[in-house]
């Protein structure tokens, strides 16, 4: 018999009262049983408790409500009433700093969520959101307890709620264990980050066996909602990794990246990688000649300090890259175009991943650094009938909304309304920087001369050489850093090399910035 399944005893005195108290407080820890232990290690998972003692510093964490039971009737629960109620909710710290965490346990009802269980998520989300202090949600659960009915699904609306109540307030980070399927799934949809694991977590509004009676698609829970799927197609999660540890470690990671809450600037670390460290290498990592790919990630790692940087939706919209960095110890978050993949052209998915990302940074209080080097954005009927005009403009609406330090620098090529979006100096960037080898443009030579100059072409007796002449022509008229330079559209043109210190004094200038909107209940961004 465990001290679940009777009333407390009658302590004689004080010290039996709290043997009693430890007794109830030592089952509550232990869970159901070492068989239930054993079956979610069997299945490659950890145990909240243990997932929980990874993510927080030792001996830090504080738990909330450990001996709340449900209340619930019906279908058996009167007899079945755990401790802590299938979640653990509390804080501690990582790196010092004070983090919320709750964390479903599995082998309490699958993790299933419940009225008592969804009310003890309320709570620990009012505290983070009151303490100003980001919430990590370690999610390993089957959905809303079904015997509990619609006062399950209740809980849910009221995380929904609270979960934009602290969006761009604290930083929200979902942690994606085990299944997440139905209504659940939007929980983490709208926090900040989404980390899953391989193999073990899932995430979809409704499972294979639905999928194949409404549709008779035939696919596994994983290639439904794997991480896989959901790091490179869907752009559901963020990051992706083999394992709990790892993922929980790059969780760690991410908080030290970040600020408390919106109020404050995230932390500034040492730095030992030199402000005025040249970079002569980059005049050999990029092309001069705009049509050769090359690799973006190498430039960001030259500029960085000591080379580290966190990448977010690595491996999804690849043709954009968006990572968080330390820049003299300051974190910025850098957004790029990459040659490599698609040319770096923008299409919907690179404009709805950069978007999320400009404006993370922006609640944040994360300078941004934008690389350019974009041929456009893509033409073709899925893309038009995609709508990258509607999701072309989230980019654009994210920039001119941010008001944190924005500086970009070109690289190579800017052409038309892809230079214009990604944070051009007439949509509110403080600082913008060209390489020498850059070309800003409405677009390509070959299109332009093509363009405006197809009569003379058409009427020469030699076309090509005519055509040759008249991209030529346009290319030294126009295709410079120094036109934009003249007129005031950039503000310096820079040694590669000096790319590193030119950008960290401007971060440091910019580091008093102050900039508001106009005051509005919100604005109406494009969907
Ligand atoms: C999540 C699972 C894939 C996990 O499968 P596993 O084989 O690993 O585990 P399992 O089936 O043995 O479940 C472990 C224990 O949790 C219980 N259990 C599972 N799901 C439960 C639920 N939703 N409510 C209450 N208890 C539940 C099981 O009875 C079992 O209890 P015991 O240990 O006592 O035997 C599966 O359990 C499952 O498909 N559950 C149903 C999911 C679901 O339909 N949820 C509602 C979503 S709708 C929703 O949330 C609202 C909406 O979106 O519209």
Known sequence: MTVLDEAPGE???????????????????????????????????????????????????????????HRATGFGLEAKKPYTDGVITGWGTVEGRTVFVYAHDFRIFGGALGEAHATKIHK??????????????????AGARIQEGVSALAGYGGIFQRNTK???V?????????????????????????????????????????????????ITQNGLGGADVHAETSGVCHFAYDDEETCIAEVRYLLTLLPQNNRENPPRAEASDPVDRRSDVLLDLVPADGNRPYDMAKVIEEIVDDGDYLEVHERWARNIICALGRMDGQVVGIIANQPQVLAGVLDIE?????????????AFNIPIVTLLDVPGFLPGVDQE???????????????????????SLILRKAYGGAYIVMDSQSIGADLTYAWPTNEIAVMGAEGAANVIFRRQIADAEDPEAMRARMVKEYKSELMHPYYAAERGLVDDVIDPAETREVLIKSLAMLQTKHADLPSRKHGNPPQ
């Open 385 to 407: 009938h995609g709508g990258i005009i509607r999701h072309g403009a989230k980019l654009l609406y994210a920039y001119c909304n941010a008001t944190v330090p924005r500086i």
């Open 170 to 218: 604290i930083p929200q980070i979902s942690v994606m264990l085990g299944p997440c399927a139905g209504g659940a799934a939007y929980s983490p949809a709208l926090t900040d980050f989404v980390f899953m694991v391989r193999d073990t977590s899932q995430m979809f509004i409704t499972g294979p066996d639905v999928v194949k009676a409404v549709t008779g698609e035939e």
């Open 350 to 362: 690179a404009s709805e991943k950069a978007a999320r990302f400009v404006q993370m940074c922006d």
């Open 124 to 141: 620990i989300m009012d505290m983070a959101i009151a303490a100003g202090a980001p919430l990590v949600s370690l999610n390993d659960g």
């Open 166 to 168: 602290a969006s761009g």
């Open 11 to 69: 302590p004689t005195d004080a010290r039996g009262r709290v043997a009693e108290l430890h007794e109830i407080r030592a089952q509550a820890v232990a869970g159901p049983s070492e068989k239930a232990t054993e079956a979610q290690h069997a299945k490659g998972k950890l145990t909240a408790r243990e997932r929980i003692e990874l993510l927080l510093d030792p001996e830090s964490f504080r738990e909330v409500e450990q001996l709340r039971r």
